[in-house]
């Protein structure tokens, strides 16, 4: 079992900086994806950021130029590094994790959900 433990949301003022962070404990044999989720109220979740496996990265188009995904593999650990944060970033904010666990199945798991809220 894979268990996922986000951490760093809060509340920040327009134009301020936040890092989120989620770290993958459990049976893992290998991570191949890391991503961020976001959901806004009233909206769709969708994709933030992904960082695969080979280093290759994705990101929305309105958080280009603000945000970098990040991981720590030897902590199996994603960040995600928030600035220039607007209040149409406000969201709660999952991580996600695709992998390999030790039994060599293919799992994919979430986080709890961290709540971002941007506001003066």
């Known amino acids: 079992q894979v268990q996922l433990v986000e951490s760093g949301g809060g509340l920040v003022q327009p134009g301020g900086s936040l890092r989120l962070s989620c770290a993958a404990s459990?049976?893992?044999?290998?991570?191949?994806?890391m991503g961020w989720y976001r959901r806004a109220p009233g909206k769709q979740r969708e994709l933030v950021a992904l960082?695969?496996?080979?280093?290759?990265?994705n990101y929305a188009d309105s958080v280009k130029g603000r945000f970098t995904i990040a991981r720590d593999n030897a902590k199996n650990t994603v960040y995600l590094q928030m600035n220039s944060l607007k209040p149409e970033d406000t969201a709660v904010y999952y991580c996600?994790?695709?992998?390999?666990?030790?039994?060599?199945?293919?799992?994919?798991?979430w986080g709890q959900g961290t709540q971002v809220t941007v506001s003066s």
């Open positions: 996600n994790v695709n992998g390999v666990n030790r039994f060599g199945t293919r799992f994919i798991d």
């Open positions: 459990g049976s893992i044999s290998s991570i191949n994806a």
């Open positions: 960082l695969s496996s080979d280093g290759g990265t």
